[in-house]
């Protein structure tokens, strides 16, 4: 099968969904993490060039922990917008090259502009992708996605409906989000937040709610065309 898990930033899937993404890839499964913006206004020393590559190489290297493939759109944080034409043919080509079956991305309840709008982004923009008149540069898709939203940020105003048991790989999953040093170091400077900790606890409280002892939580797309007659998930 083939995984395409989406974020806005670099460091959210590795939060949100690593551990199940780091299952997929583990089974055999072709995973791609893109994330939409460079993460470069997240510093209180670099420029935006100088953050954005920082985070670049940060992300490619936590990618490489999980055992997946690694895209950006490169937009500019705070501006990702579901809306913009130029927006949605990155990701239509994103989506085209990829060519997933399941599409991993933002609940659109999450907590700030950018994931609400790269959630909308991508999953409005998989439907397009598979418009055989809707030209971009790269080749239709034949296959509308499977979606699947991810927790949100300390699961805030979010009660999964599925469940992925990640006891087995938690360590890779907070070494991913570890390889993104500058962020974990933003975090604590800008937010007062442990961002490995805070990871971990969130993990171990879903593994409470679905019976493990890490897990983490998802909610399927019941739009129309998006329904599996299966289980997707590891």
Not at 77 to 99: C, F, M, T, W
Not at 147 to 159: K, W
Not at 211 to 229: D, N, Q, V
């Amino acid at each position: 099968m083939r995984v395409l898990a989406v974020a806005a930033h670099p460091d959210d899937l590795e939060q949100l969904c690593g551990g199940t993404l780091a299952r997929f890839a583990n089974d055999g499964h072709d995973v791609t993490m893109c994330h939409v913006s460079r993460g470069d206004r997240g510093s209180f020393v670099h420029t935006m060039d100088e953050i954005a590559a920082i985070r670049h190489e940060e992300a490619a290297q936590a990618a490489g922990t999980i055992g997946a493939t690694h895209v950006s759109l490169g937009l500019s944080d705070g501006e990702v917008n579901a809306s913009d034409p130029h927006q949605k043919d990155l990701a239509i080509d994103v989506i085209r090259r990829v060519k997933p079956d399941l599409l991993i991305t933002h609940h659109p309840s999450d907590y700030m502009p950018d994931h609400v709008e790269c959630g909308k982004l991508f999953e409005e923009a998989s439907f397009v992708a598979t418009l055989p008149l809707y030209e971009t540069a790269e080749p239709v898709h034949q296959t509308v996605a499977a979606v699947y939203y991810m927790d949100t940020l300390a699961g805030l105003g979010f009660q999964p409906t599925e469940y992925v048991d990640i006891s087995g790989v938690i360590e890779t999953k907070l070494a991913s989000l570890a390889a993104h040093t500058s962020q974990v170091e933003w975090l604590r400077d800008h937010d007062g937040v442990d961002v490995l900790e805070q990871t971990r606890i969130v993990s171990a409280f879903r593994g409470f709610q679905a019976g493990t002892t890490y897990a983490e939580g998802f909610i399927p797309s019941l739009r129309w065309l998006r329904p599996r007659t299966r289980r997707l998930l590891p």
